[in-house]
């Protein structure tokens, strides 16, 4: 079939429709999103949930285009409780519906989960800004977990030119590899790291913990020692004492300790040539103990 246009209408004789429109621009513009501005249509994790930002840009897809003048948001839903998945987020020309939009193609669950495949049919076709990996219990996104597909001409690529698009899907596997090679030096880096550490702290809490019960040892045998001789010096000064006390001086010594214990005034003061007794008796009218000399009259 020969198409041609556009011509202008005589009584109604060239009426054209919206693909035929979109069908002469794309004879000309190429699918995929504008080259400037540098983050155009990039999707960004907001951090603290489970939304997406898609930043403002401009796309073409099959001579349909679709503006984003703001920051636009999608909310995608929290991880399963045991299995991850990866979701897909796309800009879709739906040709049943007559729009263009950005939306969430929702993963498969799996232990080991890929997105899901464009739909470029009939009915719809889709390009892909970016794979989201959302992992088991996931309630929030990073923007780690986000993957970048513009660049991958296989799934959305970059409008340029006429008729061909600049290949940046070299570009793109190439930093894809960098940057799954880096992921994994720096994650065995950081655990060789961790390991280092670990150990050389556990090494160093023993190490306190033998220094403490060295020192706790220590301090316990000189305590000991201590113990046992002030033990044996009090034994041999009691078997010193007790054979020379008879029984008439131990009882007198027994009367005078009986003695001084119940004497309001027991402590005896040689003071200016004369004996004094002095000690604490309660005074009724400060209602306190008060300090008491007496002299000692003969």
């Known amino acids: 079939m020969i198409k041609f246009g556009m011509f202008n209408s005589i009584n ?20 995929g999103i504008f080259v400037k501005p540098s983050d155009c249509l990039q999707i960004f994790a907001n951090g603290d949930s ?65 997105a899901p495949a464009l739909k470029r049919d009939a009915d719809a076709y889709e390009l892909a800004l970016a794979d989201v990996y959302i992992a088991k219990g996931a309630l929030t996104i990073n923007q ?14 970059l409008m340029h030119g006429v008729v061909n698009q600049v290949d940046t899907t070299t570009i793109f596997n190439q930093y894809q590899q960098w940057f799954n090679d880096y992921s994994v030096t720096k994650a065995a880096e950081f655990l060789a790291w961790q390991t280092d550490v670990t ?34 010096d009090f034994d041999t000064w009691f078997a010193t004492i007790k054979d020379k006390l008879s029984e008439d001086a131990a009882g007198n010594l027994f009367n005078l300790i009986d003695e001084h214990k119940n004497a309001s005034l027991p402590h005896k003061i040689l003071f200016d040539g004369k004996v004094y007794l002095h000690g604490w008796v309660y005074n009724p009218v400060l209602k306190c103990m008060s300090s008491v000399m007496r002299e000692v009259v003969d």
Do not use: H
């Open 199 to 232: 150990t050389a702290l556990e090494n160093w809490i023993d190490a306190q913990e033998q220094g403490f019960e060295a020192w706790r040892q220590a301090e316990e045998q000189l305590y000991y020692t201590w113990l046992n001789g002030k033990k044996n």
């Open 12 to 31: 109604g004789d060239r009426r054209y429709k919206a693909e035929d429109f979109a069908q002469y621009f794309a004879t000309f513009i190429g699918n």
């Open 144 to 157: 780690a977990a986000i993957t970048d597909t513009r660049l991958n001409n296989n799934l959305c690529g």
């Open 50 to 114: 489970m939304n997406v930002t898609i930043r403002p840009g401009k796309a073409w897809v099959n001579g349909y285009y679709l503006i984003n003048d703001d920051n636009y948001t999608l909310p995608l839903s929290a991880g399963d409780t045991t299995l991850n998945r990866i979701d897909r987020i796309v800009i879709r020309l739906d040709f049943v519906q007559r729009k263009m939009s950005v939306e969430v193609k929702k993963g498969t669950l799996s232990a080991s989960p890929v």
